[in-house]
């Protein structure tokens, strides 16, 4: 049945509200300011267009002639990412039996759990890659360390949101048969939550591949560092060498994990 006022008008023809209005007007002024800052023109468009051509025209064919350095970055690349996933995956555990609410020892263990993983979370893996170029320098460990952080921030919220989902019943039937707060949680809990946790891990390659690219281009090893390489020097054919290759690695390790998503699930 639907939801109706007292005047028998279904609430999406109700007027909206002063504070409807005011989001509203809020939304289009930061609209208009950031078209407006943009600097977007029909002119820039048909400039860059122009460009771009010009840079598929230098860029093809791509170029072959350096196809082992840039196997062995994306080599490099897939290790970052899956050494990252892997042990911020195991982080991840943790912070998310402390976070929910039905495994958590205490409300304010729950509390600093929980504001661990949000500022873990929002706090972009770019700029953990820069923190952890400073800290370690340059190369594959920086990045390495920047998807632990990011993979612990993504994965222990869902992780903890699906703990919290679980049916109840089974960990109570072993509580009282005397089973220990550790043995419920073996025994009841994380088998019902296995094949969210694997799901959610293979999101969290898939989205450690494409972040390990980025995390290259500011110094943090892998395939990024040679795309920018290239670029700064004006070999667009291999550069364009290296989209492609990342584009055909992206697309491989994304089918590979739905498809052991699909028969885990």
């Not at 006022?5 to 109700?14: A, K, L, M, N, Y």
């Not at 990045?143 to 222990?156: N, P, S, Y």
């Not at 699906?162 to 707060?181: C, D, V, W, Y």
């Amino acid at each position: 049945m639907l939801d109706r006022t007292s005047d028998g008008v279904p609430p999406r023809f109700e007027r909206p509200s002063l504070f409807v209005w005011v989001v509203i007007l809020v939304f289009l002024a930061f609209f208009i300011q950031g078209f407006t800052q943009a600097g977007i023109s029909v002119d820039r468009l048909v400039r860059g267009t122009s460009n771009l051509g010009r840079f598929l025209g230098m860029a093809f064919p791509p170029s072959t002639a350096r196809l082992d350095v840039i196997a062995r970055a994306m080599l490099e690349t897939l290790n970052m990412a899956v050494v990252g996933v892997t042990f911020g995956v195991i982080l991840s555990l943790p912070m998310a039996l402390l976070c929910a609410r039905n495994t958590t020892p205490h409300p304010i263990v729950r509390l600093i759990a929980v504001n661990i993983v949000a500022t873990l979370r929002t706090i972009p893996d770019l700029i953990w890659a820069l923190i952890f170029v400073v800290a370690v320098g340059l190369g594959p460990l920086a990045g390495i360390l920047a998807i632990i952080m990011d993979t612990i921030g993504f994965c222990a919220r869902f992780f903890s949101e699906r703990i919290e989902e679980t049916n109840p019943k089974p960990g109570m039937a072993l509580r009282a048969a005397g089973a220990s707060r550790s043995a419920v949680v073996a025994g009841a809990i994380l088998p019902e939550c296995f094949p969210s946790f694997v799901a959610t891990s293979l999101f969290s390659v898939e989205k450690a591949v494409r972040s390990a690219v980025v995390l290259g281009l500011v110094g943090a090893g892998g395939i990024g560092v040679e795309l920018t390489s290239a670029m700064n020097l004006f070999r667009y054919n291999e550069a364009l060498t290296i989209i492609l290759s990342i584009l055909v690695v992206v697309i491989a390790v994304e089918q590979v994990a739905g498809a052991i998503r699909r028969r885990v699930i």
